[in-house]
C-alpha cells in the first residue's frame, strides 16, 4: 500500500532533509522509523530536499508499507517512534503510481525576518536581520517576479538543469509589527532559489538596487547578477499541493 | 561603576539562570563574559533565578566593573562576546547601593500554551498541550488568585520561607488562536510557583476541578492539594521593575 503524508519539522536539528550517510537528517530519520514499523527497508520520497536549517509546515512524502496498516494507525506509529523534532499531521492512502516529487502541481514557501531588536528565543526560526527595511519598496520589486521566468539567475551556480524556467503564481510580503513575511507559491523552486530572491529583495530593501532591477537580473541568466544567499533559519516550505 | 542590565535569554540551551559547577548556566556564561570585558572577576546578581528550559524577554541583573566604560559600550562589548542564545537588550548605569534582587518591586510572568496541534518547531518555546481547554473556567479561577495569598500550596515543598504571601496584581489569560497566554504580574514569585499555578489551572480548564478550589487549594497552604507543575518550556520572565 502506498501512503501520502504531511509532516512539519524543525530544520535546525539537522542536516538537511536528504539522507546522507553518518549525518542526522529528515529523509533518514523518517527512513528509520518506517523501517520499524515495516520491519524491513522502507523508501521515503519526499516532495524536494529542503537545506540544512530549513524548517517545514507541510513537507510531503510517500511511501510504501508491506504491513496491513491504516492512515490513522501509520500516522500515530510514526509519531511514537519519530523525534519531537519531526511531526506527522497526516497519512492518506494513495494509488500506487502517485509520486511525491513528480506529481507536485504547487509549492509555498514562506520566509520570515524580524527587522526589530535581535531575538535569541528566534534565533533559529526568524532571520535575525535587526534593522529596518524600506518594505514599499520589497513590494515593488516582487510584482516582477510573478509569472513564468527564467530563474537561472537565482539558482545555485553548478546547478545543471534542462531548464530553468518556473511560473510564479504568487509573490508578496506582509509585515506584522517589525516582522516581515515573505510568501512565495509557484510550480517549482530551484536549490536555493527562494533564499537568494529574499537575499537580493533585501538589497532592494536597504536601497541598494532599485525594484526594477529584479527584471534586469531575471533577464540575465547569470547567477552573479544576483545578491546573497539569505540565511536558512528564516526559511519554511509551507505547502505542497497535488492535482 | 554599578550597571544594571536587562537581558533575554533561550532557556532552552541551559541548566537554569543560577551558577553550578560544569554546567551551562545564564549566570556562568554572563560572568565568563563581564570577567573578559573586566580583567577580573566580576559577581553578576540576578532579579531572582529562572529553572532550566525557562525563558526571559526581560531579566534584569546587576554587576559592577572597574574598566571606565559608558552604557553603549557594556552592551556592545557584552552581546560580541555572548552565546547567541543569551542577548542584552540595554544597560544603565545605577547608584552603588542598587540591588537587582532586594529592589524589585514587580516582576511580569507569562506561560504559553497550544491547543492546537504539536507544533515541533515551538516545542521547546510554548507547551505543546494539543488539545481544548475551557478558557472560561480558567479565567473564572484565575480571579481567586488576585490580592494577597499565601501561596505555600502553589511553591516548592521543600522550600522553607519566612513568608509564603505574595500579592499578585493582574492573573489573567488570552486566547489567540489556538494559543493561550497566561500573564502573572506580582511582588514576587517562590520557585516553581508560576507552573505549579498553570498545571492546576489547567486542571480547571479540563474540567477535574472546579474554578473556586483554587480558593480553598490557597487557604490549604499544602502542595498536596494543587495540580501539576506545569512544563518549563511555556514560562517566560517578561519584566522586572523596580522604584
Known amino acids: 500500500m502506498r501512503y ?3 509532516i512539519s519539522y524543525d530544520g535546525s536539528k539537522y542536516k538537511g532533509y536528504q539522507k546522507q ?7 533518514g530519520e523518517l527512513e528509520r522509523v518506517l523501517n520499524v514499523i515495516n520491519h524491513t527497508f522502507v523508501n521515503v520520497h519526499g516532495s524536494g530536499r529542503t537545506d540544512a536549517g530549513v524548517h517545514a509546515f507541510g513537507q510531503m512524502i510517500h511511501f510504501d508499507l508491506i504491513v ?3 492512515e ?4 500515530k ?4 517512534l519519530l523525534s519531537p523534532d519531526i511531526y506527522v499531521r497526516a497519512v492518506t492512502i494513495v ?6 516529487r513528480f506529481d507536485v502541481r504547487k509549492k509555498e514557501y514562506i520566509y520570515q525576518l524580524n527587522m526589530g531588536e535581535y531575538d535569541p528565543i528566534q534565533k533559529d526560526y526568524v532571520y535575525q536581520y535587526n534593522q529596518e527595511l524600506d518594505v514599499k519598496a520589497i513590494n515593488k520589486a516582487m510584482m516582477y517576479l510573478k509569472g513564468e521566468h527564467n530563474f537561472r539567475s537565482f539558482t545555485k551556480v553548478d546547478e545543471e538543469k534542462e531548464s530553468y524556467v518556473r ?14 513575511i515573505f510568501t512565495f507559491i509557484g510550480n517549482g523552486f530551484m536549490r536555493y532559489m527562494v533564499r537568494n530572491l529574499v537575499g537580493t529583495l533585501i538589497e532592494v530593501g536597504e536601497g541598494k538596487r532599485k525594484p526594477q532591477e529584479i527584471d534586469e537580473i531575471l533577464k540575465a541568466e547569470d547567477r552573479k547578477m544576483a545578491g546573497k544567499t539569505a540565511p536558512a533559519c528564516g526559511l519554511y516550505l509551507k505547502a505542497v499541493s497535488y492535482e
Open 167 to 180: 511560473n510564479i503564481y504568487e509573490a508578496k510580503i506582509q509585515k506584522d509589527g517589525n516582522f516581515l
Open 21 to 27: 550517510p553518518n549525518t542526522k537528517t529528515i529523509q
Open 68 to 70: 496491513d496498516m491504516n
Open 95 to 100: 494509488n500506487d503510481d502517485f509520486h511525491a
Open 4 to 6: 501520502l503524508a504531511k
Open 72 to 75: 490513522k494507525e501509520v500516522k
Open 77 to 80: 506509529a510514526m509519531n511514537s
